[in-house]
């Protein structure tokens, strides 16, 4: 029904009790005033009751009509569905509060490392050359390790040199070096390996060199400890196993020549001081560092003779052509100190009374530092510094 016919049929239920309210009044003031003989009071009595009712069934119909009408207009002024939606309609409560999930915190990172390496005065022009590949498959031309053990920190890294990696063709990384530890993880053990560049398969020496040497360590400590550490044993052992490697090759042993540096640490006393045993056979060479004193000291090695108009690059003794040749030591390291084993590529560099590059790597190495630093620095560039480099560094109770 729309808005004008509930109106017309409003007005028409109106108008028709106000025509029966004029009727009922007529009739009324006819009954009154016509004279009764019997019961003229009470029948004027009962006319003037009826015309009452009447006027207010008018009045209260009138008003109850309406009513309805307005509720049509209202419910035809709301919106209605559209065909294609249901009929019937469920409307459901205010919804419940649904949790929200988290947000997302952003990823907190530190400032970025400082990869790039280290250069003293001009550095080297084969630093800027491309880095090329050997021909036959060889070892990668960079190797990182970070650990710790017991009471130590460990950082290690080896870096093909600027002089081997840009020829052609470009000849493989020749220094090697192996981490571990004794069974119990109270004793580090470390071995670092250079094999000589006139060795056609010196990195395969060294490789050699290094990996058996810590397991033969390790095997030396689980049978006679610490105090029975035997270097001529050790080494000649070594050598068994170039010369053995050489054969299979079909190679002399000559191919094959390294020279080797140990060490084994013992976790430190009571008063924090730990006791390294050292041996080496050729030029790679241990050093020291006191925290207080910005300065690495040489404490085992065959140092070059540096005063010598040429620095010579031979050494005294190879594995696995002199074996016996080998030597041992003990080192003390303070609480905080720390203990590094490299190859020449970086002793030379330290050794040198007339640059610098021996008190920043006191500096830069009084504490450990992320692995990826420490290979930045072991790729330092510098003058006349072409060869490989290598270093292991042990901290003496230093978490920093």
């Given at each position: 029904m729309s808005r004008d016919d509930s109106r017309r049929d409003g007005l028409m239920?109106?108008?028709?009790?106000?025509?029966?309210?004029?009727?009922?009044?007529i009739g009324a003031f006819i009954e009154v005033s016509t004279p009764h003989r019997r019961y003229g009071p009470?029948?004027?009595?009962?006319?003037?009751?009826?015309?009452?009712?009447?006027?207010?069934?008018?009045?209260?119909?009138?008003?109850?009509?309406?009513?309805?009408?307005?509720?049509r207009d209202r419910l035809a002024q709301e919106p209605r569905p559209g065909t294609t939606g249901p009929i019937c309609r469920y409307v459901t409560g205010p919804a419940a509060p649904q949790p929200q999930a988290p947000r997302l915190r952003p990823f907190l990172r530190e400032r970025p490392t400082d990869l790039?390496?280290?250069?003293?005065?001009?550095?080297?022009?084969?630093?800027?050359?491309?880095w090329l590949l050997p021909e036959r498959t060889v070892q990668n031309g960079?190797?990182?390790?970070?650990?710790?053990?017991?009471?130590?920190?460990?950082?290690?890294?080896?870096?093909?040199?600027p002089g081997h990696r840009c020829g052609h063709p470009a000849e493989p990384r020749q220094d090697s070096y192996r981490i571990g530890r004794s069974r119990d993880s109270r004793l580090a053990i470390v071995a670092v390996a250079d094999?000589?560049?006139?060795?056609?398969?010196?990195?395969?020496?060294?490789?050699?060199?290094?990996?058996?040497?810590?397991?033969?360590?390790?095997?030396?400590?689980?049978?006679?400890?610490?105090?029975?550490?035997?270097?001529?044993?050790?080494?000649?052992?070594?050598?068994?196993?170039?010369?053995a490697h050489a054969a299979g090759r079909g190679v002399s042993t000559s191919q094959m020549a390294t020279v080797l540096i140990t060490a084994v640490l013992a976790e430190p006393d009571a008063n924090g001081v730990a006791k390294a045993w050292v041996a080496w056979l050729g030029d790679s060479s241990a050093w020291t560092?006191?925290?207080?004193?910005?300065?690495?000291?040489?404490?085992a090695g065959d140092a070059k003779d540096r005063a010598a108009a040429v620095v010579s690059n031979e050494v005294a003794g190879q594995l696995p052509d002199t074996p016996q040749l080998a030597r041992d030591h003990y080192v003390t390291l303070a609480p905080s100190a720390a203990l590094a084993l490299v190859t020449d590529g970086i002793g030379d560099a330290w050794a040198d009374p007339a640059g610098n590059v021996n008190e920043y790597f006191a500096n830069a190495w009084r504490s450990p530092v992320p692995a990826t630093r420490f290979t930045a620095d072991v790729g330092f560039d510098a003058p006349q510094c072409l060869d490989d480099r290598t270093a292991v560094v042990i901290w003496n109770g230093d978490r920093a």
């Open positions: 239920n109106g108008r028709l009790r106000a025509v029966l309210f004029v009727a009922v009044v009470l029948v004027d009595v009962f006319a003037l009751a009826a015309v009452g009712v009447v006027g207010a069934a008018a009045v209260l119909g009138s008003g109850s009509a309406a009513t309805p009408a307005r509720q790039r390496v280290p250069r003293f005065g001009d550095g080297a022009r084969a630093q800027g050359y491309p960079i190797a990182a390790d970070e650990a710790t053990v017991g009471a130590f920190t460990i950082r290690a890294a080896s870096v093909i040199g094999g000589l560049s006139s060795a056609a398969w010196s990195d395969a020496g060294a490789t050699t060199a290094s990996s058996q040497a810590v397991t033969l360590l390790r095997e030396q400590i689980e049978t006679v400890g610490f105090g029975g550490l035997d270097a001529k044993q050790l080494y000649g052992q070594i050598a068994e196993s170039i010369t560092l006191d925290p207080r004193v910005p300065l690495w000291r040489i404490s």
